[in-house]
C-alpha cells in the first residue's frame, strides 16, 4: 500500500489542524494505521493508531485529550485531528500502515508502510 499525508502547516500556539493520510494500491480497510513525528535532531516517536474499523486507538500521553485519531474506509483515508497545538507538537508527521497487534503499536519498526510526511509548525 502507498501512503500520501498532507494537510501540514504553520499555526499559532492554540490552533487546530487536521493531517490525511490517502491510501493506494491495497484494500486500506485491512490494515491498522499509525500516525508517528519527528522534530529535528530527534527520533521518530508515536504520536496514535487505530485498528481496521477505527473502533480502537491509542496515543501517546503527550498527545492525549488533544489530538484525534480517525479514518474513512470508503475514501481510503486516515485523519489526525490536532487541537490546542503547542509548539513542541511542531514536527514531520508520517503516517504508517501495517497489521501490528495493539501492543506494538507504539513501536516504528512494527509499521511495514510509510507516507512521506507533512510538516506541522507551531508559531509561539
Known amino acids: 500500500v502507498q501512503l500520501q499525508a498532507s494537510g501540514g502547516g504553520l499555526v499559532q500556539a492554540g490552533g487546530s489542524l487536521r493531517l490525511s493520510c490517502v491510501a493506494s494500491?491495497?484494500?486500506?480497510?485491512?490494515?491498522?494505521m499509525a500516525w508517528f513525528r519527528q522534530a529535528p535532531g530527534r527520533e521518530r516517536e508515536f504520536v496514535a493508531a487505530?485498528?481496521?474499523?477505527?473502533?480502537?486507538?491509542r496515543y501517546s500521553n503527550s498527545v492525549k485529550g488533544r489530538f484525534t485519531i480517525s479514518r474513512d474506509n470508503a475514501k481510503d483515508t486516515g485523519y489526525l485531528q490536532m487541537s490546542s497545538l503547542k509548539p513542541e507538537d511542531t514536527a514531520v508527521y508520517y503516517c504508517?500502515?501495517?497489521?501490528?497487534?495493539?501492543?506494538?503499536?507504539?513501536?516504528?519498526?512494527?509499521?511495514?508502510?510509510w507516507g512521506q510526511g507533512t510538516q506541522v509548525t507551531v508559531s509561539s
Open positions: 487505530a485498528s481496521t474499523n477505527g473502533g480502537t486507538t
Open positions: 504508517a500502515a501495517g497489521r501490528a497487534i495493539v501492543s506494538a503499536w507504539t513501536e516504528r519498526e512494527r509499521w511495514n508502510y
Open positions: 494500491g491495497d484494500t486500506f480497510s485491512t490494515y491498522r
